[in-house]
């Protein structure tokens, strides 16, 4: 069975591209969700992309992915900081989420270098541009142990 993994996308995300390009970079979010949809296909995972400015829109995202989805990775942009509503629902579902942000929050502004949404997800990637989306997705199929063969490298654990 293939791994269903949502991806969710929080507040000024749409404006991808445009929105200061200098920190978020040039790709659009509908190229980052093409290249997932490609990637999640090369690896036999489904994935579902989803954006909202809406914190409540987000919430019900979440409460829906736990019949929907088996991991979760979620960029809560500027939920990361504020939102309690978010992370309790995080709180709720059993598979694996990935905190997701396409610069490094702690290279940048004090108040963004603390995100609420971290104690609930069970890994945080940041700093990896557009790029980071591939990572995350790939790493929530890796945690879900669904990768093809091809993919699933074992590495050495610790110094040998």
């Known amino acids: 069975m293939a791994a269903r993994v949502m ?11 445009v929105r200061e390009p200098h ?9 980052i969700e093409a290249s997932c949809r490609a990637f999640a296909e090369t690896i036999g995972a489904e994935v579902a992309c989803h954006q909202s400015n809406h914190e409540g829109v987000l919430v019900d995202w979440i409460q829906a992915a736990r019949d929907q989805a088996d991991a979760i990775v979620i ?12 992370y309790d629902a995080l709180k709720i579902f059993d ?9 490094n929050i702690h290279a940048r502004e004090e108040f ?20 980071g989306y591939i ?7 890796q945690m ?3 990768l ?5 490298t074992d590495l050495p654990a610790g110094p040998h």
């Open 7 to 17: 991806i969710l996308n929080g507040p000024n995300l749409n404006l991808l591209g």
């Open 75 to 86: 960029n809560p942009a500027g939920f990361s900081y504020t939102s309690h509503a978010i």
């Open 135 to 141: 990572v995350a997705l790939q790493s929530a199929t």
């Open 23 to 31: 920190i978020y970079g040039t790709t659009t979010l509908e190229e």
């Open 95 to 103: 598979g694996p989420i990935i905190e997701l942000h396409i610069s």
């Open 112 to 131: 963004k270098r603390h995100s609420k949404i971290s104690a609930a997800a069970t890994a945080v990637i940041c700093g990896l541009g557009a790029y």
């Open 144 to 146: 879900l142990g669904a």
């Open 148 to 152: 093809p063969e091809g993919l699933q």
